[in-house]
């Protein structure tokens, strides 16, 4: 594939932070001249502020200060322009100079000062965001920092007043646009689909479209689920409930209690399956963990941007914009639907199927490794994870007393080079939170011992001493650790059976991407689905279904 310099050019320009033009126009109502007085870019950098941060989900939620969302100097950037800019009208106040042509000063429209000028207003900092900690970003491995904040009370109040109106009550002021005065559509119409791509060789035809179908229907029955464990947990003034614990069970009960009465009322059948569990997608996914308070309110505010976006845009369709990250990996703006609680995933998409690759990573690994006719005997403990992936993750869950999805998680961080240790700088204390017991146990499991062996070995071979890393999408990378290079190279044939499957797929037939798996509206055939990406990548790869 060519390399398309002018396009890259081009998409490095677009702005992809839109904001919603109905709740810019309730700002301004409300917030008066304080508001309108300033810059239109610091006026759109709050309202893209004010909208993104107004629900704090995992998405943008702060490591170090949970109550809190995290905003880098590079977003800061991005909406503000320049970050001194944000922090005096925001924290230390500003001056307001009339702007002014050759014919004279321009009604309504000022200069933005940090310092005192002559002819210039001293105006007081709005404090419309709080910042609630300074924090380095990547606990101290990168450049600048991540500071956590909150919005104002006023803030809240003035967001929260919007969320509550009905289209009715918008009119037509309403849709996404950027700082530049562009719609989604039109930005959409510039990328030739959903994708914006600034590091990868792909060319701009292998899209997918913008507008992403929801069930707005299932979403609300999802939010009562939803509404009614809070409920539940707040009424036993509870933050966790561990799974299949007494309490747990207890709300579990209330959940599908009160769903079956819901039913009873619609007159539609309550669908029920061995132990009472409801068959429904979203339900099962929430009733299969813990529960956590934290986590219920961070559904019900991933389900609330769904259809404030639905409203906005007056459809049923909500519009979802990828950007490429630095593995190459699609990564929806504001995590929308990609980076949500799979329940709520599920209950949006109702009906859709999912194809997920099968042991992707893994599978991928000893292939490439095949074809460059690397094979060595440590790499049969991944031949026998990719064979028998199932029985493989069930028989650790049971000898490290843990769940399948830690272990699976486990197994994929040792994949990109993580190491087998007790440090907290590990991911995989991290996914063991901390737990020094299991710690123990994972360190000293022999399976998983030879499994970190094996990946050492392949960095050797796939990597070796190469200053430089391409990937299969074309994108650089210098060298900078075991696993992030193991994973950029992984991820980037992982990008290139995802783009070979977009080019031979009906564009209008693919409804969401999430890193290694796609999302379509409608049945497809899982062998043509492994054929084209034979065909194309030489890669031979089975595909798993799941019906939202």
Known sequence: MLRQEGFLTMAKKLDLDFYSKSLYSEVSKVLGDEFRRLPERIQTGYAKVFEYH?????????????????????????????????????????????????????????????????????????????KTIRSSQNAGQGTGYHNGYKLSPKIIDLVNAWHKKTAEELGDDVGLINHKGESILEVSNKLGGAISRDKSSTPKEV?????????????????????????????????????????????????????????????????????????????????????TLEGMQQRLIEINTLQLKAREMKNSAIPVIYKEVSTGRYTSREALLQGYHRSVRYAALKGCYEYDLEAAHQNILIQLLDQQGNSFPELDVVREYVAKKTQVRKRLAKELMTSVEVVKEIIQELTYGAKLNRSPKQSVYKTCKGDRNLLDRVCNNDWLKRLNITFKLAHKYIIGDNKEIVSAVGIKSERDGEARELAHILQGYERLVLDVIIEHSNRKDIALLVHDCVVFYNKQSRDELTRIVKENTGFELEFSEKQY
């Open 54 to 130: 107004s629900g704090i989900i995992r998405h943008n939620q702060h490591k170090k200060k949970p109550d809190s969302f995290a905003m880098g100097e590079d977003e800061v950037k991005r909406y503000f322009t320049d970050r001194r800019d944000f922090r005096s009208v925001n924290d230390t106040g500003y001056w307001l100079k009339p702007k002014s042509n050759r014919y004279g000063l321009i009604d309504k429209k000022y200069i933005l000062k940090r310092k005192e000028e002559d002819g210039a207003e001293e105006c007081p900092p709005t404090k419309w965001v709080i």
């Open 207 to 291: 899209n997918v479209s913008l507008l992403v179908k929801i069930d707005t229907v299932a979403l609300t029955h999802h939010k009562r689920q939803v509404q009614t464990a809070k409920m539940w947990m707040e009424i036993k003034k509870v933050d966790t409930l561990i799974y299949k614990s007494k309490e747990w069970k207890e709300v579990y009960a209330r959940v599908v209690t009160n769903e079956e009465k819901a039913r009873a009322k619609t007159g539609r059948e309550a669908k029920r399956a061995l132990g009472g569990v409801n068959r429904e997608l979203p339900l099962q996914s929430l009733l299969s963990k813990d529960f």
